[in-house]
């Protein structure tokens, strides 16, 4: 008889997915989160420090770079000018690679360890929650059980922590670099040239509307995922 009730029960967890609802308590909830990650606070911070320097340096590089298709481009056209061979000063040209070569190095670098300590971070999280969640559901009484599906409980212990560790380990730290980078790219190319910025302003619009119609059919078939769990 049990049995059938679970066979014939709908799928909670599911439902939690479904298009048009929205998260509960997202502040308080990620506050509680974050308490989970008191000791490893500076390791965050940390990790943090070391993903906006490999954005700064990123972003830099290119514009380090274009120094030496100048100097390139004013050998070429002092020699054209003068009618004589062209002559380029490829001394600076190396050592702009080199320093550029050098920022490059130390952003994988940056990133490689900035991964690492998030990794490290979002496991010892994950796991302190999924110890929690098994103590927790000991205690709880048969009748619980019989009043919640399968589904549910499982999606809860697998699929959310999933989720919590895949937010810990990436999404967290992407915010802050592409935030980051978005402001330091708009810098250097006002810098370089306001012009061709404007035309790169023009796109972004564009974009977000391509975002918005494609935003949506993504979470149907995301909730349709999440129906097959």
């Known amino acids: 008889m049990m049995r059938g009730n ?16 929205r998260a509960q308590n997202f502040f308080p909830t990620i506050i509680r989160l974050f308490k989970y990650m008191r000791r490893d606070l500076w390791g965050l ?20 770079l274009g120094n030496a298709t100048t100097v390139i481009f004013d ?17 600076k040209v190396e050592s702009i690679l080199l320093y550029v070569m050098v920022i490059y190095l130390i952003s994988f670098i940056s990133g490689i360890l900035q991964q690492s300590i998030m990794t490290r971070i ?23 059980y019989d009043s919640h599906s399968n ?13 919590i560790s895949g937010t810990l380990n990436q999404t967290l730290i992407q915010l802050i670099t592409s935030l980051l980078q978005f402001v330091g790219t708009i810098y250097f190319m006002l810098t370089i040239s306001w012009q061709l910025a404007l035309v790169a302003f023009i796109t972004v619009p564009l974009a977000m509307i391509t975002v918005r119609i494609v ?9 349709e995922q999440q129906k097959n769990l």
């Open 6 to 21: 679970y066979l014939n029960r709908g799928g909670k967890g599911a439902d939690r997915f479904q298009k048009g609802r």
């Open 45 to 64: 911070l940390f990790s943090i420090l070391i993903a906006s320097l490999s954005v700064i340096l990123s972003v830099q590089a290119p514009k380090i």
């Open 75 to 91: 050998g070429v056209t002092k020699s054209l000018k003068n009618h004589t061979a062209i002559q380029i000063d490829m001394t």
């Open 215 to 223: 935003a949506p059919l993504s979470q149907k078939f995301f909730a």
């Open 151 to 163: 589904g549910d409980i499982m999606s809860r212990m697998i699929n959310d922590m999933d989720n």
């Open 122 to 144: 979002s496991q010892r999280t994950v796991y302190t929650l999924r110890r929690e969640f098994k103590n927790k559901m000991k205690k709880l009484p048969v009748s619980y």
